[in-house]
């Protein structure tokens, strides 16, 4: 079955970076995107962007230009969310998802980042 | 962006019909989607392209309408379904979600 496992909770300074992982498996890799979603404390949910697994292109929402890269490490079936110069604000559960590139269809079961000094 | 508009809460008994609503501030064409999230939990797809049923979800939960409109209809609620509801359009980018509905128990 497909499924979609992330790295745990991180606790991060403001301007430091952390870089989350996402590992697929039950299905091929490269056949299906990936898309991350933000979900700040209490709040709903955000699209961040997507990547395309076949070429490695991603695309971002405009929040989330500059900051944040979506890469992937298609041998080991993982993709990764990166974000440098933390913000208290970056503070939320960010899951990634598989499907195409218009539905996010199997998600992970979310990485909290807390951005505490 | 594409706001898209959801009542906030909803009350409902077991066994009871529930419609939630969905509207979208330009069209979405059909590419709207519903997820269901319970408390500290990811959300799982329930409908997809406004209409169609994923994969092994009840055929208590339906899904209907196009352009700006969109329907979710739960019928008959179960207790298991006390969560809260988020629709979702790919149509424009960026994606945007709805901020949800809360279904509580009556």
């Known amino acids: 079955q497909i499924q979609l496992v992330q790295s745990g909770p991180e606790l991060k300074k403001p301007g430091e970076s952390v870089k989350i992982s996402c590992k697929a498996s039950?299905?091929?890799?490269?056949?299906?995107?990936m898309h991350w979603v933000k979900q700040a404390p209490g709040k709903g949910l955000k699209w961040m962007g997507w990547?395309?697994?076949?070429?490695?292109?991603?695309t971002y929402a405009d929040d989330f230009k500059g900051r944040f890269v979506f890469s992937l490490e298609a041998s080991a079936s993982t993709a990764n969310l990166q974000i440098s110069n933390l913000k208290n604000e970056d503070t939320a559960t960010y899951f990634c998802a598989n499907g195409t590139w218009e539905l996010l269809d199997y998600w992970g079961q979310g990485v909290m980042v807390t951005v505490s000094s | 962006d594409t706001v898209l508009t959801q009542s906030p809460a909803l009350a409902v008994s077991p066994g009871e019909r529930v419609t939630i609503s969905c509207r979208a501030s330009?069209?979405?064409?059909?590419?709207m989607h519903w997820y269901q999230q319970k408390p500290g939990q990811q959300p799982k797809l329930l409908i997809y392209?406004?209409?169609n049923l994923a994969s092994g979800v009840p055929a208590r939960f339906s899904g209907s309408g196009s352009g700006t409109d969109f329907t979710f209809t739960i019928d008959p609620v179960e207790a298991d379904d006390i969560a809260t509801y988020y629709c979702?359009?790919?149509?424009?980018?960026?994606?945007?979600f709805g901020a949800g509905t809360k279904l509580e128990l009556k």
């Open positions: 392209k406004a209409s």
């Open positions: 330009e069209s979405v064409s059909t590419l």
């Open positions: 039950g299905y091929t890799f490269t056949d299906y995107a």
């Open positions: 990547i395309n697994t076949y070429t490695g292109k991603p």
């Open positions: 979702h359009q790919s149509w424009n980018s960026p994606y945007t």
